[in-house]
């Protein structure tokens, strides 16, 4: 049971370049979250998910779009990279109905 | 102001008590929690109170939250360096999003 993984753990990108960060999670939860985390300003909730093939916006979803495509797996896309950008991004799940998110390692991006 | 509020540093001695402090003004949470976030690592769940409830104690951590103050504290007793982290205070409904407060960092000394 390897909980909430994130791929990469680490990325540098360029200005306007595009990527995928992928987060998935073994314990058939229900809820998926991206969260970005930036010094000063605790974790800030960027796009959520509360089943396979829907998902919502949450409190800073600009610049970022998300998929749910399978249950396990909840992707936060990139599709032109800023400066802004730069943070480290977390992925978290829960069952529905339940009062407990478990996190991911993280993925920290820089982008140049 | 910001919607939960955390001081941004503490620093005690080995064997004392932390004391961290958390403000919020939004009251219609259901949860409110407490995460620790070691160097280089994810957030960890340490606990978490009802906002039924006034104080909730597992072993080292006590939790006390005054409503009427919209105040909540998490108090580590006999703090070790191992205890050395970022503590996030966060209010939630079940299974709902989280609202996180800046951290607070917490630097134990031998």
């Known amino acids: 049971n390897a909980g909430v993984t994130q791929t990469p753990k680490f990325r540098v990108l360029k200005t306007g370049q595009s990527m995928t960060l992928l987060c998935a999670q073994d314990?058939?939860?229900?809820?998926m979250y991206w969260y970005r985390q930036d010094p000063g300003m605790g974790l800030r909730l960027i796009h959520y998910?509360?089943?396979?093939?829907?998902?919502a916006k949450g409190e800073v979803p600009d610049g970022y779009n998300v998929s749910r495509l399978k249950k396990q797996n909840f992707l936060l896309g990139l599709e032109s990279a800023a400066p802004s950008q730069t943070s480290v991004y977390f992925c978290?799940?829960?069952?529905?109905?339940?009062?407990?998110?478990?996190f991911g390692p993280g993925t920290r991006l820089t982008v140049t | 102001g910001e919607d939960v509020e955390q001081s941004l540093f503490l620093s005690v001695r080995e064997g004392d008590s932390s004391v961290i402090n958390c403000t919020y003004t939004?009251?219609?949470?259901?949860?409110l929690y407490w995460y620790k976030q070691e160097p280089g690592a994810g957030l960890q769940l340490l606990t978490y109170?009802?906002?039924?409830?006034d104080m909730k104690q597992d072993q080292r951590l006590t939790v006390l939250l005054n409503k009427k103050d919209k105040h909540l504290s998490l108090r580590i007793a006999d703090t070790q360096t191992g205890d050395s982290a970022i503590y996030f205070c966060?209010?939630?409904?079940?299974?709902?999003?989280?609202?996180f407060g800046q951290g607070t960092e917490l630097s134990v000394k031998p």
């Open positions: 978290a799940s829960c069952l529905a109905g339940s009062y407990e998110q478990y």
């Open positions: 314990m058939n939860h229900e809820y």
């Open positions: 998910s509360v089943g396979e093939g829907t998902t």
């Open positions: 939004d009251s219609s949470s259901t949860y």
């Open positions: 109170i009802f906002s039924n409830m």
């Open positions: 966060a209010r939630g409904n079940q299974g709902g999003k989280l609202i």
